[in-house]
Nanobody
């Protein structure tokens, strides 16, 4: 069982920045595909950003150029740097670790973007 724990959420003003962290357990972290999803109130969950074991990244179109996903295999951690935040980014952000056909989810961290 892989444990996934997010941290770093919290209130931020429009235009501000926030960095989310996600720690995943296991000695095979370097092989995990890691991703961030978000679910805004009343909306479906959507993929925000992902990074493969080889370092390839993909992003939701609306966050390209403002959000950056990165991973530190030595620390079993993936990050989501979010800049120029907009109110519509308000959501619960979830981290996932995927190994083969198995997905592991964290409990989520809330990010309210409001003045």
């Amino acid at each position: 069982q892989v444990q996934v724990v997010e941290s770093g959420g919290g209130m931020v003003q429009p235009g501000g920045s926030l960095r989310l962290s996600c720690a995943a357990s296991g000695s095979l972290f370097r092989l995990y595909v890691m991703a961030w999803y978000r679910q805004a109130p009343g909306k479906q969950r959507e993929l925000v950003a992902g990074v493969t074991s080889g370092g390839s990244r993909n992003y939701l179109h609306s966050v390209k150029g403002r959000f950056t996903i990165s991973r530190d295999n030595a620390k079993n951690t993936v990050y989501l740097q979010m800049n120029s935040l907009k109110p519509e980014a308000t959501a619960v952000y979830y981290c996932t670790a995927t190994l083969g056909s198995q997905d592991y989810w964290g409990q989520g961290t809330q990010v309210p973007v409001s003045s």
